[in-house]
Nanobody
């Protein structure tokens, strides 16, 4: 069956870094546009970053440009999100998304001193 399993979340101080990973299985990963979304308590789900199936094209929300980097490894069926210079406003549950078709359970990121 289809699985998207996120990992790498945690508690980090402002200015710190985290690297999120999403392991995919059960579908043709290499053909899907992959994204990271996040949802903070009381807020709607927000697009964070996306990457084309080939990995050539990436896109980012304005709020994370220059701080976050999305990457993928089609051989390993994984997509990663390197998050630097984290801010308290980045606190949310981060979800991996495959073509707006499949959705992971998410990993909590908390940025706090």
């Amino acid at each position: 069956q289809v699985q998207l399993v996120e990992s790498g979340g945690g508690l980090v101080q402002p200015g710190g870094s985290l690297r999120l990973s999403c392991a995919a299985s059960g579908f043709a990963f290499s053909t899907y546009f992959m994204s990271w979304y996040r949802q903070a308590p009381g807020k709607e789900r927000e697009f964070v970053a996306g990457i084309s199936s080939s990995g050539i094209t990436t896109s980012y929300a304005d709020s994370v440009k220059g701080r976050f980097t999305i990457s993928r490894d089609n051989a390993k069926a994984t997509v990663n999100l390197q998050m630097n210079s984290l801010e308290p406003e980045d606190t949310a549950v981060y979800h991996c998304d495959a073509g707006r078709t499949y959705w992971g359970q998410g990993t909590q990121v908390t940025v706090s001193s």
